[in-house]
């Protein structure tokens, strides 16, 4: 399934452009139903290298060219549950925010697990 999410279309041609969002907000897919609550917002940036990856990102089992991509483009990752891996989600993901919520633009099986 990484190589499916890693082939998709989810980079828009101009960057997303989002400045906040703030913690624990809950995160609903397309669907509406709740994914979780945002744990940490990155906006896009250009790292220089893999050492100004966040450091939680540096030791995962994802390919460096991936987590390039989230940084690169921005992404919230989503604390699911107690039990569950986290999910990453693209800012190019994401249909609107609300003043309670993130909504997204695709279900919880197209984010990318931590």
Do not use: C, W
Request: a negative charge; charged letters at 25%; hydrophobic letters at 45%.
């Amino acid at each position: 399934m990484l190589n499916d999410i890693y082939e998709m279309e989810t980079e828009p041609h101009v960057p997303v452009v989002i400045d906040y969002i703030p913690e624990d907000i809950d995160v609903h897919d397309i669907n509406g139903l709740k994914v979780g609550n945002v744990k940490y917002f990155q906006p896009a940036r250009m790292p220089a290298s893999l050492e100004a990856f966040p450091p939680d990102m540096r030791n995962m089992a994802m390919p460096d060219e991936l987590i390039l991509r989230l940084v690169r483009n921005g992404f919230i990752r989503v604390r699911v549950g107690f039990l569950a891996k986290d999910r990453y989600v693209f800012l190019s993901q994401i249909h609107r925010i609300t003043d309670d919520a993130v909504h997204l633009k695709t279900d919880m099986d197209n984010l990318i697990k931590a």
